[in-house]
Each structure stands twice: as structure tokens, then as C-alpha cells.
Nanobody
Framework: QVQLVESGGGLVQAGGSLRLSCAASGRIFKINVMGWHRQAPGKQRELVASMTSGGSTNYADSVKGRFTISRDNAKNTVYLQMNSLKPEDTAVYYC???????????WGQGTQVTVSS
């Protein structure tokens, strides 16, 4: 079992920046994918960005050029730097960890990001 602890959410004005962090602990399989999804009220959860332990990244089209995902494998921590935030980025952001061998996915508790116009 993998536990995820997120931090860094909050309230920011449009055009501002926030940085989310997510630390994983527990049974960490070294080959894995860590990433962020988000869910806005009344909408389905969607992928924001992900990054493999090997460094490959994947971004939603809506955040390309504004958000950057990075990770520190030694600390089992993934980060999401969010710049040029828009009101439509408002959502609960969830960190996730996927074991690339078992395909098991663990989720964090979520952190609220609110962007005011």
C-alpha cells in the first residue's frame, strides 16, 4: 500500500502561480508513474499531468505551456508548478501513484485550488 500526502493548494488570482507537492510513502515500487488529476464541481476527474520514474511526461492539452510536472525519485515526491492560472483551473487536485508492475493505483486525499477572476 502506498500513502500519498499532498500540499500546496490554495486561493490565487488569475494569472498567478501555485506549486503542489505530493510525497509517497509505503511500498514503493521503483518503476512507477506519479501524476496529478483534477475534478471540478459537476465534472469528471481528468488527467492534468503525469511523469514516469524514467522521466517521461504527459500533459493535458489545457495545461501545456502553463504547468510543469517534476519529481524527486530519491524523495518519492512529485511536484506540479502551475503558472498563468485561469479560473477554469479551479478544482480539487489529486495526486496519484501507479505501480508499473502491478498497475495498482493509489490516490491522495486531494487539495483544493481556487483561481479567482
Amino acid at each position: 500500500q502506498v500513502q500519498l500526502v499532498e500540499s500546496g493548494g490554495g486561493l490565487v488570482q488569475a494569472g498567478g502561480s501555485l506549486r503542489l507537492s505530493c510525497a509517497a510513502s509505503g511500498r514503493i515500487f521503483k518503476i512507477n508513474v506519479m501524476g496529478w488529476h483534477r475534478q471540478a464541481p459537476g465534472k469528471q476527474r481528468e488527467l492534468v499531468a503525469s511523469m514516469t520514474s524514467g522521466g517521461s511526461t504527459n500533459y493535458a492539452d489545457s495545461v501545456k505551456g502553463r504547468f510543469t510536472i517534476s519529481r524527486d525519485n530519491a524523495k518519492n515526491t512529485v511536484y506540479l508548478q502551475m503558472n498563468s492560472l485561469k479560473p477554469e483551473d479551479t478544482a480539487v487536485y489529486y495526486c496519484n501513484f501507479q505501480n508499473s508492475y502491478s498497475r495498482q493505483i493509489s490516490w491522495g486525499q486531494g487539495t483544493q485550488v481556487t483561481v479567482s477572476s
